[in-house]
């Protein structure tokens, strides 16, 4: 049993919390409302008549509280259905993330498992770069939680008036270090990135640039967005 993760997980997770907030939201406004199901034989999750492929990343048992990788299912261990979750676990062993690499995680021991499952998918959709997560009641007492794997669902872009909003509610998500977030989004968008007096500095797609200050409690204290032609 766990109670929190470790502070390797966390960085990770941070470093995507900006741009992966974002792209929760693109993945979002790209599934029409509607009753769903799943196929695991074809991978294909269907939803209000749209159709993408996925692949099984986790199970999480509500009752007892556990988490289990795709790759460590026994029904599904070397399907091709859970490629991606091998993925997960070979950037774990990479990157010396226990969280990706145990089999089965017993989350009992947090104040809020269902939040800490959120987690470990949210991370692993950064960690393996997938257009979202979705996590999908299963049973009574258990969820699914799936990546998209498919070329058609849309990577978020960028929005610079939208900017402001996304960095500083991706900062909030985890906060521990609202600057990671905000690099990692830069880094996400292969942005070119300087420090200033004050913070960080990008030069955005369409030749405008943002710069975020933060105070001397490393939270984000202003952003400046500007836009060519503005």
Do not use: K
Not at 103 to 123: H, I, K, N, Q
Not at 134 to 146: H, K
Request: net charge negative.
């Amino acid at each position: 049993m766990i109670n929190e993760f470790s502070d390797a997980f966390l960085q990770e997770a941070e470093r995507h919390s900006a741009w992966g907030a974002a792209q929760l939201e693109a993945l979002n406004t790209t599934l029409p409302d509607g009753p769903w199901d799943v196929d695991l034989d074809t991978a294909v999750y269907r939803q209000g008549g749209r159709e993408i492929r996925v692949a099984v990343l986790a199970t999480y048992d509500l009752s007892e509280r556990t988490w289990m990788w795709g790759w460590a299912n026994p029904g599904l261990r070397g399907a091709p259905v859970v490629a991606a979750a091998e993925r997960v676990r070979d950037f774990g062993r990479a990157h010396g993330l226990g969280e990706f690499t145990e089999e089965v995680l017993d989350l009992s021991g947090f104040a809020d498992p269902r939040r800490a499952a959120e987690m470990l998918a949210f991370t692993a959709m950064g960690a393996t770069g997938a257009p979202g997560y979705l996590g999908l009641e299963a049973g009574p007492d258990s969820r699914v939680y799936l990546l998209p794997d498919d070329p058609r669902v849309p990577p978020a872009g960028i929005d610079p008036v939208a900017l402001p909003r996304i960095l500083t509610s991706g900062a909030a998500l985890i906060g521990r270090s609202p600057r990671l977030a905000v690099s990692g989004y830069f880094d996400h968008f292969q942005l070119a990135q300087r420090p200033t007096e004050t913070g960080i500095g990008a030069d955005l797609p369409d030749g405008g640039t943002v710069e975020v200050d933060f105070d001397g409690s490393g939270r984000i204290a202003s952003i400046r967005v500007r836009q060519v032609g503005r």
